[in-house]
């Protein structure tokens, strides 16, 4: 079982900056690609950016030219850039990993860091 965690979170003012990391544990499956999501009270989990093997990127529109992801999947690491932070960028924010074994595809979670944007 891959084991996913996600570090960086913090309580930052507006405006501010954070950059948040994912590390997943070695295991005999291949990362296919890595997402970051979010949660805020009472809202549904969102996707924030997600990138592939292929280096491929996708950001949800509420945090297009302020929110970088990249990642090392050498070293089964992700991470994201925020910067310009905003209020509503207040949330649980959550890490996915999607491997392959052979031709069996599977996904896994970590359990989220906090980031708090308020002054």
């Known amino acids: 079982q891959v084991q996913v965690v996600e570090s960086g979170g913090g309580l930052v003012q507006p405006g501010g900056s954070l950059r948040l990391s994912c590390i997943a544990s070695?295991?005999?499956?291949?990362?296919?690609?890595m997402a970051w999501y979010r949660q805020a009270p009472g809202k549904q989990r969102e996707l924030v950016a997600y990138i592939d093997s292929n280096r491929i990127t996708n950001y949800g529109d509420s945090v297009k030219g302020r929110f970088t992801i990249s990642e090392n999947f050498a070293m089964n690491t992700m991470y994201l850039q925020m910067n310009n932070l905003r209020p509503e960028d207040t949330a649980v924010y959550y890490c996915?990993?999607?491997?392959?074994?052979?031709?069996?595809?599977?996904?896994?979670w970590g359990q989220g860091t906090q980031v708090t944007v308020s002054s």
């Open positions: 070695r295991s005999k499956a291949s990362i296919t690609s």
């Open positions: 996915k990993v999607d491997l392959r074994w052979g031709k069996i595809d599977s996904n896994t």
